[in-house]
């Protein structure tokens, strides 16, 4: 059975620090690229942090913020957050696909998606 299992997330302060964890189960985790995704309510999901065949990408509003890990080891993703802003407020998800869809956000063609775990910053 397949499983991607989100943990760590939880309510901080604006300035705070959280470290989200991705268990992955039930398949190759070395055959597929991996990454974090955000959805807030009334917004469209956004790609956060996630990694390409050849490279780790960010998108703009977060760089040099968080940082995007894995274990290959424990089949585990990660996800460093600092400096948290009420903005990053969201429902954060874990996901695995080929390596071209992740790159380009074709969602459709992720292969398996975590049920995702709850940021909530306040200011």
């Known amino acids: 059975q397949v499983q991607l299992v989100e943990s760590g997330g939880g309510s901080v302060q604006a300035g705070g620090s959280l470290r989200l964890s991705c268990a992955a189960s039930?398949?190759?985790?070395?055959?597929?690229?991996m990454g974090w995704f955000r959805q807030a309510p009334g917004k469209e999901r956004e790609g956060v942090a996630y990694?390409?065949?050849?490279?780790?990408r960010y998108t703009d509003s977060v760089k040099g913020r968080f940082g995007i890990s894995q274990d290959n080891a424990k089949n585990t993703l990660y996800l460093q957050m600092d400096s948290l802003k009420p903005e990053d407020t969201a429902m954060y998800y874990c996901?695995?696909?080929?390596?071209?869809?992740?790159?380009?956000?074709?969602?459709?063609?992720?292969?398996?998606w975590g049920q995702g775990t709850q940021v909530t910053v306040s200011s």
């Open positions: 990694f390409t065949s050849d490279r780790i």
């Open positions: 039930g398949f190759t985790y070395s055959s597929y690229c």
């Open positions: 996901a695995a696909g080929p390596c071209w869809a992740i790159a380009t956000m074709t969602y459709g063609e992720y292969n398996y």
